[in-house]
């Protein structure tokens, strides 16, 4: 057989190879939403966390939210601060005003549930959070818990660092 013009060949072009076996065509997608089904816990999304701090909230100034994923390097901590009521206007008495040295005993706006989210992977973590307390200066209460994230709501029960 010659050549043709173009360079090209007078051979006979191949027909199409027969369309993918049934198998084939389901293998495919399967093992792609294996891989994926593998590797999206690992990717970080947001997580919600509810701290429920109960009747006791208002005692609370400042809660401190430090987090460790456990056989993991996601860590970090987050500061929440709440605002104090309007304090009550002076009386006109000395004689029944609070000494200047009193701690300041006036409750906060601190919501019984605080909503967080973070962006964090599924997995194991251990959260330590210490509350500051309203009018004790410096006095904390601290708990630790160990949680499971899974892209659910999770709450975390703290009335004990309102008591």
């Known amino acids: 057989m010659g050549a043709l013009a ?11 190879s027969a369309p993918r076996s049934l198998l084939t065509r389901l ?3 399967a093992v792609v ?6 590797v999206l816990p690992g990717v970080p ?13 208002t005692r609370v100034s400042q809660l401190e939210v430090h987090w460790e994923g456990t056989g993991s390097d996601y860590a970090g901590q987050v500061t929440l601060n709440f605002p104090s009521a309007p304090a009550a206007p002076p ?6 005003s609070a000494p200047t040295n009193a ?13 967080h989210q973070f962006r964090l992977p599924d997995g194991e973590y251990s959260f330590r959070i210490s509350a500051r307390r ?12 160990r949680v499971t994230l899974d892209g659910n709501t999770l709450i975390l029960r703290l009335e004990e660092l309102t008591r």
């Open 103 to 115: 701690p300041d005993n006036t409750p906060n706006h601190t919501p019984t549930q605080i909503a």
């Open 134 to 145: 309203t009018g004790v200066s410096n006095r904390r209460t601290e708990v630790t818990r």
């Open 33 to 38: 939403g294996l891989l994926i089904w593998w």
């Open 45 to 57: 999304h947001d997580q919600t966390v509810i701290f429920a701090l109960g009747d006791g909230s």
């Open 91 to 96: 009386h006109a008495s000395a004689a029944t």
């Open 27 to 29: 293998l495919i997608p």
């Open 6 to 16: 173009d360079g090209g060949s007078d051979e006979p072009i191949p027909a199409p």
